[in-house]
């Protein structure tokens, strides 16, 4: 702790009356002692944290703290405010307000120095100390933990014998609880939240027992612990990592600062929850991180193909936005001006405000141009699922050198794994402390981007261009057999998971081939948006032919499902196979097989990345096209139907399958 904080740091007489005053007077203390590069940058990052979610807590604590890169060296800066000062803390102002610097590329050991801190501030007895202070020097040694070991035993060893004491006079096991907490930059609250649930926990007689997910990655509680869990408290502002350990478990699920300021009562809760025998929603789709192995963090110790597919969609999740407004755009501009308006002179030197074809040249030019982002914004967010910002330089030129040379969408990924990697390894260097604040903002993007870039213009390049070349003119001399069964492959995809990874992944390969437009790559498009309309739609049928099979809150989402179904929103339809996969899943992607095959064997073409049936005149064959989705809603409407009369007409093994669990898959999902 010496390296965080000194009497240079201290102010025991803050004069500020607003939290960006405060935050302004702490952080030109950090400026002078040289841990802050850029005064107005830094403050810039930590108005950013205060806005995600107000820093202030119970007790008059203000606790403003960010990751910047105009950081260099972990920092903690205290003031004490006579006035006090508004952070946002529902019982008033805080008069002690501690502000965290940490630079973006922190190591573990110092964000654990900070997480000690914070969870101190739990303490009535260091809060009083910090009030009563008059010397700066001691304060600052206060801070760092210097005080008398005696007064303050080590946090492990107080909680194992307040727990044991509390076991042993109750005669019997405690309840116990597991717990996740989490903040955006997991430096304070996620700490504070924990401290402050296992102290309620030991007041109570409950033993707690929390995983914090921090900035210093997290290491995953046992199995066996979570297994004799009797309840679930999640305390988060970020996404839990690996939900479906916790399946099965009564869940509280809140924000963090309940976890610091309401633990009582969060365990109050979660009593009655189990009690109650209130059992989580929690499934294996949940887990969009993947199961992993080992007892590292994240998805950077998942199985490799876990971690590959969560790059993909990092990229293709970014890319999405700028597939739809630009296609939508360029569709809009065919629609009024024809397809030869893609060769229209540019509207920056010929505009004529009365004309329609003009107009057609605006939009298509402006697509366009959100159109050449695609492969950067895909390469760029896939690098940025892998290293965070540092990536996102070299996976953008890597993406814009994958269009200089031709290598197209496949280009892409692959520059955006290249990129991804080799700021991974440059990150592994170990570096003196003086050179962390720039290697984020700098150094790493100027090595990575020269890498990258020397790779995709002299070594891969080419063999990519070749590849993609070679499979531009495979679609193109897609016919009879050969084309059906890529429809049949597409239509499968776009179905089995309805949003998820397979379906991205038949998306992403559909819009690629836009950038670049061919008969067969438009052919392909046509089939994965028809395809992807089947789901809704088919349930929007069911639910309306046979109504009995399905609940009042079914048939309610059955007639969303049509308006859906119909703007290509193949998501529409996971209620109904949350409910009921076994039936539902195989009955829908059989319609999309067939749709997708039909689509593919009328030769139906299409122009546009989304729209469902609002952009049918943009379609090739417009009439086949919607006569393949029909004929895909009526086949999967039709198993969908049959699989769950045949289900209600036999209740007698209905009934023993449901006291199994083996059959019911609404039991199973629920359980």
Request: overall charge negative; aromatic content about 6%; charged content about 20%.
């Amino acid at each position: 702790m010496s390296e965080l904080i000194t009497a240079e740091l201290v102010d025991l007489d803050l004069s500020a009356t607003t939290k960006d005053a405060a935050a302004r007077s702490l952080a030109e203390r950090m400026v002078a002692a040289h841990r802050v590069t850029d005064l107005d940058g830094f403050l810039a990052d930590v108005a950013a944290r205060e806005a995600q979610m107000p820093t202030g807590l119970d007790g008059g604590i203000g606790i403003p703290h960010c990751r910047s890169e105009h950081v260099n060296a972990p920092t903690l800066a205290f003031g004490r405010s006579a006035a006090g000062i508004d952070f946002g803390a529902a019982d008033g102002p805080a008069d002690l307000i501690f502000l965290i610097a940490a630079p973006a590329g922190a190591d573990d050991d110092h964000l654990t120095i900070l997480s000690g801190l914070a969870r101190r501030l739990m303490d009535p007895e260091f809060t009083a100390a910090l009030r009563a202070g008059t010397d700066p020097a001691a304060v600052a040694a206060l801070i760092r933990g210097e005080e008398p070991a005696e007064e303050h035993a080590p946090e492990e060893e107080r909680a194992e014998d307040t727990e044991s004491g509390t076991a042993e006079a109750a005669g019997s096991a405690p309840f116990r609880i597991v717990a996740v907490t989490s903040c955006p930059t997991g430096i304070a609250h996620t700490y504070m939240a924990a401290e402050s649930l296992a102290a309620a926990g030991r007041a109570e007689g409950v033993e707690v027992t929390v995983e914090t997910q921090g900035s210093a990655g997290f290491k995953k509680l046992d199995a066996g612990v979570i297994a004799a869990a009797d309840a679930v408290i999640w305390a988060h502002d970020v996404e839990v990592r690996e939900k479906a350990r916790f399946r099965g478990k009564p869940l509280v699920d809140v924000g963090v600062k309940a976890g610091i300021n309401r633990p009582a009562e969060l365990i109050a809760e979660a009593r009655r929850k189990a009690e109650r025998g209130e059992v989580a929603a929690v499934s294996e789709a949940d887990d969009d991180r993947g199961s992993g192995d080992g007892d590292g963090s994240g998805a950077d110790h998942a199985h490799f193909g876990v971690r590959l597919r969560t790059y993909l969609m990092s990229g293709v999740s970014y890319m999405v936005p700028f597939v739809a407004a630009g296609g939508l755009l360029i569709a809009l501009s065919f629609a009024i001006g024809g397809y030869e308006i893609a060769s229209a002179k540019s509207v920056a030197d010929h505009f004529v405000w009365g004309e329609a074809d003009s107009w057609a040249a605006l939009l298509n030019q402006i697509g366009s141009a959100a159109f050449a982002f695609l492969v950067p914004v895909l390469a760029g967010y896939i690098a940025y699922g892998m290293a965070d910002r540092p990536a996102l330089v070299p996976g953008f030129v890597g993406g814009s050198i994958a269009l200089t040379v031709n290598a197209g969408f496949l280009g892409g990924l692959v520059a955006g794994l290249l990129a991804g990697a080799v700021v991974m390894a440059i990150q592994r260097v170990p570096v003196h402390a003086t050179l962390r604040g720039i290697m984020p903002v700098l150094v790493i993007p100027l090595i990575a981007s020269a890498v990258v870039g020397f790779l995709m213009f002299i070594v891969v390049g080419k063999p990519i261009a070749s590849l993609q070349n070679a499979l531009t003119d495979w679609l193109n001399g897609l016919s009879g057999s050969n084309a059906v069964i890529l429809g049949v492959v597409l239509g499968l995809m776009m179905c089995f998971d309805m949003g998820g990874p397979l379906n991205k992944v038949a998306y992403a390969f559909a819009v690629g081939g836009l950038a670049d437009p061919t008969d067969g790559s438009l052919k392909v498009m046509a089939a994965v948006m028809a395809a992807g309309m089947v789901p809704p739609l088919a349930m929007a049928l069911a639910t309306t032919v046979r109504k009995k099979l399905f609940t009042k809150t079914e048939r309610e989402n059955g007639r969303a499902a049509w308006v859906l179904g119909a703007s290509f929103i193949t998501e529409g339809a996971i209620p109904f196979a949350a409910a009921d996969p076994l039936r539902v899943i195989p009955s829908v992607m059989a319609g999309g097989a067939v749709t997708g095959a039909l689509s593919m064997a009328f030769g139906a073409t299409l122009r546009a990345p989304h729209g469902g049936v609002f952009v049918v005149p943009l379609i090739g064959e417009p009439f086949l096209y919607l006569l393949a989705i029909a004929a895909g809603t009526l086949v999967a409407t039709a198993l969908v139907v049959l699989l769950k009369g045949a289900r209600r007409a036999a209740p007698d093994a209905a009934g023993e399958a449901g006291a199994t669990g083996s059959d019911d898959s609404r039991v199973t999902v629920a359980a």
